[in-house]
């Protein structure tokens, strides 16, 4: 009997230090998810640690570490950690998401859909995932599946406003009107965050528009645009737009030409207004087997931030020349061709010619890019101003585009690109081949030609089948650079002529209705917005 006893003592002690452990290590868990969402990486990952050195088999310490590496860029690292989480719960949604998330982060994008593909298998409703799935389909231009997927999405998911926008993006004429109602319905809730809010009215905009009832559509992408709440200080751009025109003279290349810079022919820079047709000219160049399309890069912006020439430097012209040697830009220089032909060799193009940035912004920085590259290319891409400008202002832009959010901004940070673009073309030392959009829709053959021979490399006819080359696009253009050319938006502000008054004259395009017209008729737009406004943004 007394052994009895004792074997039950022992057991409840056991117990007892089990549960104590166990409480411990949630303690420790909790503590080390507080320091993450306060971004104190270190400590959180000190106390995951502490929780794998009791249990090394923990889930949460796993997933947790696996987060924490991804965060810090230590992908392969965070493939392993998910992995071995994965082992002990196969089925754990979180961190089958998680090692989605990571492949795609390594762009991995196959890797990435099989993933997703594998959550489905075992949730079959989920909403969120169909959403991711189809977004990744949609990138790498497997439209059918995109659509299939945005479609399940967005009936098990309405509330996320990207589910919407996909299907806007591949079909915006198959949105019916109980699609509509249930966007109208979602926009009642006054708790609805105003970042979801805008882009279901850009969403709106957008369908509105393939409908061809324009006033609505106009009145949507207005209120969506307001809903951004974006600022812009153009004095501030006007001011940076002279200093880079100061700085950056024909003296300046002149001095720089007598020392040895970087000789490199590889780098293709693709630049213009953003909306201007440079992700077509990158899938057209991408299309030859010589030339890799690294997207859209913010190196050349890192550069110039480490050189202290960017909008937020000021003294431009003195903290350059006091700052750049030859030997710093050459050494900038080969950082840039480091990053670009890693990027081409993790792709498949261990001998690509040339490699393509499609950053449309890089206009801001072609001084620095000549000086680090004399003999790379730069093609600069062109539209109708009042295109490109509307196009702009519909346009639910990710990132700092704050003056894309009103038409009177967009049209003097037009004016300051154009400004810009014709310094470039007096002092640079290198010649800028022009693409005009509505030329490359109505003659592609003979303007992709001409792109290829002033690359200085043979042309190939899978130039012209852009649309059939399997690529990731990650731009406002994905869909449309999956299909053949068409014109349907060449002169599409014409539908919206009787609201672009004031863009014109900052444009200083000519009008031909009066004044009085035009401003009554915006004054009606604007009480349509503020109805929208009244109703809507609480």
């Not at 198959?174 to 969403?203: C, G, K, M, T």
């Not at 449309?360 to 093609?379: C, D, E, K, S």
Request: proline share 2%.
């Amino acid at each position: 009997m007394k052994k009895v006893n004792r074997k039950i003592k022992r057991k409840a002690s056991l117990k007892k230090q089990s549960n104590k452990q166990s409480d411990e290590l949630s303690k420790l868990i909790v503590d080390a998810r507080k320091y993450y969402d306060q971004r104190q990486l270190e400590q959180s990952n000190y106390l995951y640690q502490q929780v794998l050195g009791v249990d090394p088999n923990n889930l949460l310490a796993l997933n947790g570490l696996g987060v924490i590496a991804m965060d810090t860029g230590m992908l392969s690292l965070a493939i392993d950690l998910f992995n071995l989480a994965s082992d002990n719960d196969p089925a754990n949604l979180t961190v089958n998401k998680n090692l989605a998330l990571v492949y795609t982060r390594m762009n991995d994008y196959e890797a990435a859909i099989q993933q997703y593909i594998q959550i489905i298998n075992m949730d079959e409703k989920n909403g969120e995932v169909h959403g991711e799935l189809a977004r990744l389909y949609l990138q790498s231009g497997d439209l059918e599946f995109a659509l299939k997927h945005y479609r399940l999405a967005f009936d098990l998911n309405p509330g996320d406003p990207r589910n919407l926008h996909g299907l806007v993006q591949m079909d915006a004429k198959s949105i019916s009107d109980d699609h509509l109602l249930l966007v109208e319905q979602l926009l009642q809730n006054p708790l609805l965050p105003l970042d979801d809010r805008s882009s279901f009215y850009f969403a709106l905009g957008a369908i509105y528009d393939a409908k061809e009832r324009y006033d609505e559509a106009f009145a949507n992408y207005s209120v969506a645009n307001i809903s951004k709440a974006s600022k812009f200080d153009t004095e501030k751009h006007a001011a940076y737009v002279t200093d880079v025109m100061h700085t950056f003279t024909a003296e300046l290349f002149d001095q720089y030409a007598k020392s040895e810079l970087s000789n490199s022919t590889q780098p293709v820079f693709i630049v213009g207004m953003p909306r201007s047709g440079t992700t077509l000219v990158e899938q057209i160049l991408a299309s030859h087997t010589d030339i890799y399309a690294a997207g859209e890069l913010g190196l050349i912006g890192d550069i110039a931030q480490k050189l202290n020439i960017t909008a937020e430097q000021t003294e431009m012209h003195h903290l350059f020349l006091q700052n750049t040697s030859a030997a710093s830009l050459n050494s900038f220089a080969q950082f840039y061709l480091n990053a670009i032909n890693n990027m081409a060799s993790k792709d498949g193009h261990n001998k690509a010619l040339k490699v393509t940035d499609k950053l449309p912004t890089n206009f801001l920085y072609l001084g620095l890019i000549v000086l680090l590259f004399p003999n790379a290319r730069i093609i600069h891409c062109r539209r109708n101003p009042l295109d490109v400008s509307l196009s702009c202002y519909f346009q639910n832009f990710a990132g700092e585009h704050g003056y894309a959010c009103d038409l009177n901004n967009i049209g003097q940070y037009y004016q300051k690109y154009e400004r810009l673009m014709a310094h470039w073309k007096k002092v640079l030392p290198v010649e800028i081949h022009t693409v005009d959009y509505e030329e490359m829709t109505k003659q592609p053959e003979t303007t992709s030609k001409a792109l290829i021979e002033f690359l200085d490399i043979d042309w190939q006819t899978s130039c012209m089948e852009f649309y059939k080359t399997k690529r990731h696009v990650n731009t406002a253009s994905l869909v449309q650079v999956r299909q053949k050319l068409y014109q349907s938006s060449v002169d599409r502000w014409r539908h919206y002529d009787k609201y672009l008054h004031y863009l014109k004259k900052t444009l200083s395009v000519s009008d031909c209705t009066d004044d009085a017209t035009k401003i009554a008729i915006m004054n009606a737009q604007n009480t349509y917005n503020s109805e929208i406004l009244g109703k809507y943004l609480h």
